[in-house]
């Protein structure tokens, strides 16, 4: 399969970031079109129609999301996550330094598809420079017309905020980053209310992620027909794909749903000469491995919860055989301890006590009992804790122990990594 | 507190109509000011967001990019995070050791340089990765680091590159 590029037809393009090269590849003439032939129910209609699925990890149709907004005559808002702080995720780094028009044009559809006055984007606090190319995006727009008062010369009127976290993976959680953006430390809120019903300030909020947000854009371009007819029946269009890890050219690839596993590989340049091909993690850090039996794998929502992982936010990161498993998993472990925010017992002190467990493994001090409570600390933490996190946080050391079980008993046979002793031996 | 970031502590109030998610802009103004969140800096957020100090260290120890202590002119993140590792972050790591004499910590003796291993910085594709003052630097080789702390000890600004 070769790559699809919708999103990502112009990132190429020099200067695409400023306003008159994105207006020259056909930028803005899109919500133009919509703004004064489709109402707010054709947009919805159109996205409903498309199948989008959230880009951000949990794959929930987007139309059905907007469709949750109750007809209670209060104030909508909605809310952009580009909170991204998955390890192996970089997609909406890259859209939003390449191409933070389209996210300009999708939030302003979105905006205007469920009727939001106001409309806010959460960056994470590292993303300083994406956040000085959306405001001189957002200047820019507002300039012409795409933004402020009487949109497109319509009655339609949207102001668009930028905000900046501070530092915190799990603001892109999103009723953490609801917390976060009203000023406070950044912890997820009890569900229901949904942020449909009670989201931002307490009113009815959308939150989507920043890749599917410019999603919306060709979307409403070609009809939800023309996106549906891309991908899989179940996940439908494209998604891009971030490649990292043991390959030759890392990066953001852009295929239709679906695509089998070894193809992004072989886009991203294949393994480095010599290597041979050891695991993948296919969802970001919260999903579990998948090995070589899987490398034919469609790369769909469906598919990889099938087969016990997840395709999470499209992070995929490679291992060759050079990368231990046990120490690899243990770095994982690291940044979920380091993450946690504190408030669910099961996780707080859990990824504790399993980094501290997989760190004497990785030592060659462990025992084989330490494997069995790896996997019992796991089914004590993941589903017993308030957001996801705890399932995400267990998914990785989980699937390891079951996949490599020898390499972590090689760990304690041989006092140590046995392949660092290769190496230095 | 100047005027002048007074003035700019207000202005960033008036652009929430919701006081409260003002706390966090301003703690990062404070900090761009003061060089990191000083007690007088905790205080005068509360004072400005009519909170308590109690309620404002709340906030701010919560999040990583709020900084207790100074930090060196140019404050190095470079993650340490999964990408990273399989690109040769530890390399890096050691290298900066090394060469520079940067250590997780403070700053360097000079005031110049502050080392911090931090989270996925998600740029996994470029890896390996480092903000120097939140601005990247990507594919960060030693001999690449090597030129950018150059330049930036003999004075350039951190201006980062774009993907």
């Known amino acids: 399969m070769n790559e699809s590029k919708v999103l990502l037809a112009h990132a190429d393009v020099k200067g695409i970031e400023t306003l008159s090269v994105y207006e020259r590849h056909g930028g803005y003439a899109t919500l133009k079109r919509a703004l004064t032939e489709m109402t707010p129910a054709d947009v919805v209609q159109a996205v409903l129609d498309s199948g989008l699925r959230g880009r951000g990890g949990a794959g929930f149709p987007t139309g059905r999301k907007w469709s949750f907004l109750p007809n209670d005559g209060r104030e909508r808002l909605l809310v952009c996550n580009a909170d991204e702080g998955e390890p192996g995720t970089f997609k909406d780094h890259f859209l939003i330094h390449r191409l933070p028009h389209l996210l300009v044009e999708g939030m302003t559809l979105a905006s205007y598809a469920i009727g939001a006055p106001r409309a806010y984007i959460y960056l994470r606090g590292e993303f300083l420079q994406g956040y000085e190319l959306l405001e001189q995006a957002i200047a820019e727009a507002t300039a012409a017309g795409y933004l402020g008062q009487h949109v497109c010369g319509t009655d339609y009127s949207l102001e668009l905020k930028l905000y900046r976290g501070a530092g915190a993976y799990i603001c892109g959680e999103e009723t953490a980053l609801l917390d976060s953006l009203e000023g406070r430390r950044g912890i997820p809120r009890m569900k229901p209310p949904f942020p449909a019903t009670a989201g931002l300030y307490g009113l009815p909020t959308v939150v989507n992620n920043v890749e599917t947000l ?16 891309m991908g899989t029946e179940k996940s439908p269009g494209t998604k891009i794909y971030s490649m990292s890890g043991a390959l030759k050219r890392p990066g953001n690839y852009e295929f239709e749903m679906g695509v089998p596993l070894s193809d992004l590989i072989e ?21 579990a491995y998948l090995t070589g039996e899987h490398i034919d794998i469609a790369m769909d929502y469906d598919t990889l919860a099938q087969a016990g992982t997840m395709l999470g936010s499209g992070g995929v990161i490679v291992l060759d ?7 690899f998993t243990r770095r994982a472990m690291e940044f979920f301890r380091h993450e946690s925010c504190g408030k669910c017992t099961p996780c707080r002190e859990g990824t504790l006590w399993m980094d501290q467990v997989l760190t004497r493994l990785e030592e060659g001090i462990g025992t084989e009992a330490d494997l069995d409570l790896l996997l019992d600390l796991a089914d004590n933490i993941g589903g017993r804790t308030f957001c996801a996190f705890g399932d995400a946080a267990v998914a990785m050391v989980a699937s390891s122990v079951r996949l490599f079980r020898q390499e972590y008993i090689a760990h304690f046979t041989h006092q140590g990594c046995p392949l660092q002793k290769e190496r230095v031996g | 507190m100047t005027e002048a970031l007074r003035e700019r502590c207000e202005a960033i109030k008036a652009t929430y109509p919701e006081a409260q998610s003002a706390l966090i802009p301003i703690l990062h103004a404070l900090q761009d000011s003061y060089g990191y969140v000083t007690p007088q800096a905790v205080e005068e957020a509360a004072e400005l967001m009519a909170m308590t100090t109690a309620e404002v260290e709340g906030v701010v120890s919560f999040y990583t990019l709020f900084h207790r202590k100074a930090t060196g002119r140019y404050h190095i993140q470079v993650c340490d995070n999964l990408a990273c590792q399989l690109r040769g972050t530890d390399e890096l790591l050691a290298h900066l050791k090394e ?19 931090v989270e996925c910085l998600a740029a996994c594709g470029y890896a390996p990765v480092a903000q120097v003052n939140l601005r990247y630097y990507y594919h960060l080789t030693p001999e690449k680091a090597d030129q950018v702390l150059s330049g930036l000890a003999d004075g350039e600004e951190a201006r980062g590159e774009r993907i």
Do not use: N, Y
């Open chain 1, 267 to 287: 886009a991203a340049g294949g393994l480095m000469a010599g290597r041979t091909f050891k695991a993948v993690v296919p969802g970001g850090a919260s999903a």
């Open chain 1, 321 to 327: 055989d050079t990368v231990c498993i046990v120490s």
């Open chain 2, 99 to 117: 060469k520079w004499q940067l250590e997780p910590g403070g700053p360097s003796p000079d005031g110049i340089f502050s080392l911090e291993r």
């Open chain 1, 214 to 229: 410019c999603a919306v854009v060709p979307i409403v371009e070609h009809g939800g027909e023309w996106f549906k007819a």
